[in-house]
């Protein structure tokens, strides 16, 4: 018997470098790539104002990131028909050294915001905030009224709902309700 041929081999996709790089430079420029579902269409990378956008195919994007997906460097959400890729730490640094680019540059998602001065947890004024004392006025008595004997911050003493006025039912003479303003049988 001859032997068999070895199975073929999986096919791969054929980015162009140059598709390759863009869409690496805009994830790593972003933190996260969105990528419609449609295979056919075409996406256009970098700033949505600019005239001159990149534009690579979809599928580019999604088997790229597939890619980057399986080695653990973004997480993946899919929502509405979108792929939404993330760039995790590893990636990060995959990208860094792929793009050659210096470990100080980190992509937007990643920084941490700037902190201002004077400013302490709980708002303007203090901890606390304007309410006054740590977590407002959480700790104690509600403005509103409760009902005597009940919960606090229900409805006040004073309260008696009236539902007379609507359509479609009334009381007639003993008490019982008629749909649709007819008598009750």
Same mark, same amino acid.
């Given at each position: 018997?001859?032997?068999?041929?070895?199975?073929?081999? *999986?096919?791969?996709?054929?980015?162009?470098?140059?598709?390759? !790089?863009? #869409?690496?430079?805009?994830?790593?420029?972003?933190? /996260? !790539? /969105?990528?419609?579902?449609?295979?056919?269409?075409?996406? @256009?990378? &970098?700033?949505?104002?600019?005239?001159?956008?990149?534009?690579?195919?979809?599928?580019? !994007? #999604?088997?790229?990131?597939? *890619?980057?997906d399986s080695r653990g460097l973004v997480r993946t959400t899919f929502s509405w028909q979108h792929?939404?890729?993330?760039?995790?730490?590893?990636?990060?640094?995959?990208?860094? @050294?792929?793009?050659? #680019?210096? *470990?100080?540059? #980190?992509?937007?998602?990643?920084?941490?915001?700037?902190?201002?001065? +004077? =400013?302490?947890?709980? +708002?303007?004024?203090?901890? &606390?905030?304007? =309410? $006054?004392?740590?977590?407002?006025?959480? +700790?104690?008595?509600?403005?509103?009224?409760?009902a005597p004997g009940g919960k606090p911050g229900g409805p006040g003493g004073d309260f008696k709902? @009236?539902?007379?006025?609507?359509?479609?039912? =009334?009381?007639?003479?003993?008490?019982?309700?008629?749909?649709? $303003? &007819? =008598?009750?049988?």
């Amino acid at each position: 018997p001859l032997p068999l041929p070895p199975p073929p081999l *999986s096919p791969a996709m054929i980015v162009p470098k140059k598709n390759r !790089i863009a #869409i690496y430079n805009q994830l790593f420029k972003d933190g /996260v !790539i /969105v990528a419609a579902k449609d295979h056919f269409g075409v996406t @256009s990378l &970098g700033d949505p104002k600019d005239e001159t956008r990149e534009k690579v195919p979809t599928l580019h !994007i #999604i088997k790229l990131c597939q *890619s980057l997906d399986s080695r653990g460097l973004v997480r993946t959400t899919f929502s509405w028909q979108h792929y939404y890729y993330f760039l995790e730490d590893a990636g990060v640094a995959y990208l860094q @050294s792929y793009l050659g #680019i210096p *470990s100080e540059v #980190i992509p937007t998602t990643h920084q941490k915001p700037p902190r201002t001065a +004077g =400013r302490l947890p709980g +708002g303007p004024g203090g901890p &606390g905030g304007p =309410r $006054g004392g740590p977590g407002g006025d959480r +700790g104690g008595p509600r403005r509103f009224g409760g009902a005597p004997g009940g919960k606090p911050g229900g409805p006040g003493g004073d309260f008696k709902p @009236s539902f007379g006025g609507q359509e479609g039912y =009334r009381a007639d003479e003993g008490g019982a309700a008629a749909p649709f $303003g &007819g =008598r009750a049988q």
